[in-house]
């Protein structure tokens, strides 16, 4: 009995866990939106669920040998054996509203979303695709930011994503970034904030640094909602915050309005 229920991270409410199911991962009593997985997010914005995925033979190593607590090579084969991912995002190709599209979406629960050699290189990769097929590309950020346990190699993805996606532009290719609850570091530092639209989910985390940091180093309290989607939307770093039960139609309507579609 206890599969059937759950609690919700934001107004506590018992909830029937069928019910959240049914309305896309959205809490039905104060519309806290549900972390999704990467696959489940794909799902959700291909038409009828189908999709290609791609870029599948490429794993993480261990270049620095880095280990904290833990060996970085074993949280690597933890983290694969608990998601069943290669790393942290998957890249697939299918149709959304009929029209072709790349979708690479971030996983969370794996690192923490955190982008690392791999992740860098599959986003690359991504916009790569995109430019030479000529199809638009959505990339959907969850992401505590660059992984530290690749140090230097982490970083360099910065630059290697921002320029594959600045040749995107160039093109005159479309780039929607889809920014959910959390984007942060090194991922709002790069791809995430480079789309012809930036939205978000409402009641997302979006930054660099974190609230309680940022309030060290000022030596000030941060305003109320502070680094939301909304506050962010409110202060022109997003175009959009868009409600996930909308957001099918709404990326197809930008897509049409991009590739100067009929409606």
Same mark, same amino acid.
Request: aromatic letters at 8%.
């Given at each position: 009995?206890?599969?059937?229920?759950?609690?919700?991270?934001?107004?506590?409410?018992?909830?029937?866990?069928?019910?959240?199911?049914?309305?896309?991962?959205?809490?039905?009593?104060?519309?806290?939106?549900?972390?999704?997985?990467?696959?489940?997010?794909?799902?959700?914005?291909?038409?009828?669920?189908?999709?290609?995925?791609?870029?599948?033979?490429?794993?993480?190593?261990?270049?620095?040998?880095?280990?904290?607590?833990?060996?970085?090579?074993?949280?690597?084969?933890?983290?694969?054996?608990?998601?069943?991912?290669?790393?942290?995002?998957?890249?697939?190709?299918?149709?959304?509203?009929?029209?072709?599209?790349?979708?690479?979406?971030?996983? *969370?629960?794996?690192?923490? $979303?955190?982008?690392?050699? !791999? #992740?860098?290189? =599959?986003?690359? /990769?991504?916009?790569?695709?995109?430019?030479?097929?000529?199809?638009?590309?959505?990339?959907?950020?969850?992401?505590?930011?660059?992984?530290?346990?690749?140090?230097?190699?982490?970083?360099?993805?910065?630059?290697?994503?921002?320029?594959?996606?600045?040749?995107?532009?160039?093109?005159?290719?479309?780039?929607?970034?889809?920014?959910?609850?959390?984007?942060?570091?090194?991922?709002?530092?790069?791809?995430?904030?480079?789309?012809?639209?930036?939205?978000?989910?409402?009641?997302?985390?979006?930054?660099?640094?974190?609230?309680?940091?940022?309030?060290?180093?000022?030596?000030?309290?941060?305003?109320?909602?502070?680094?939301?989607?909304? *506050?962010?939307?409110?202060? $022109?770093?997003?175009?959009? !915050? #868009?409600?996930? =039960?909308?957001? /099918?139609?709404?990326?197809?309507?930008?897509?049409?309005?991009?590739?100067?579609?009929?409606?």
């Amino acid at each position: 009995m206890d599969q059937l229920w759950t609690r919700c991270n934001n107004c506590h409410k018992i909830l029937y866990k069928q019910d959240i199911l049914d309305n896309l991962s959205v809490c039905p009593a104060c519309n806290f939106q549900f972390r999704l997985s990467a696959t489940e997010r794909l799902a959700m914005l291909f038409d009828d669920g189908k999709y290609e995925l791609m870029h599948q033979n490429i794993f993480p190593q261990d270049p620095l040998k880095f280990e904290d607590s833990q060996k970085y090579s074993q949280r690597l084969e933890e983290s694969q054996e608990r998601t069943s991912l290669p790393d942290a995002v998957l890249n697939a190709q299918g149709k959304l509203g009929g029209i072709r599209v790349i979708i690479a979406a971030m996983d *969370f629960s794996f690192m923490g $979303g955190s982008m690392g050699s !791999v #992740v860098g290189e =599959k986003i690359t /990769r991504a916009a790569e695709l995109a430019l030479e097929e000529r199809m638009p590309l959505i990339i959907v950020s969850c992401s505590g930011g660059a992984r530290m346990q690749e140090g230097v190699y982490s970083l360099m993805q910065l630059m290697k994503t921002s320029a594959a996606i600045a040749r995107l532009d160039e093109a005159g290719i479309p780039y929607i970034s889809l920014l959910v609850d959390p984007t942060t570091g090194g991922v709002t530092a790069s791809f995430a904030m480079l789309g012809d639209i930036n939205i978000g989910e409402p009641g997302a985390l979006i930054g660099f640094a974190g609230p309680r940091v940022i309030e060290q180093t000022i030596k000030e309290k941060l305003p109320k909602g502070f680094q939301r989607s909304e *506050f962010l939307l409110q202060h $022109g770093m997003l175009d959009g !915050v #868009v409600e996930r =039960k909308n957001l /099918r139609s709404y990326l197809i309507k930008a897509l049409r309005l991009f590739l100067n579609l009929p409606a």
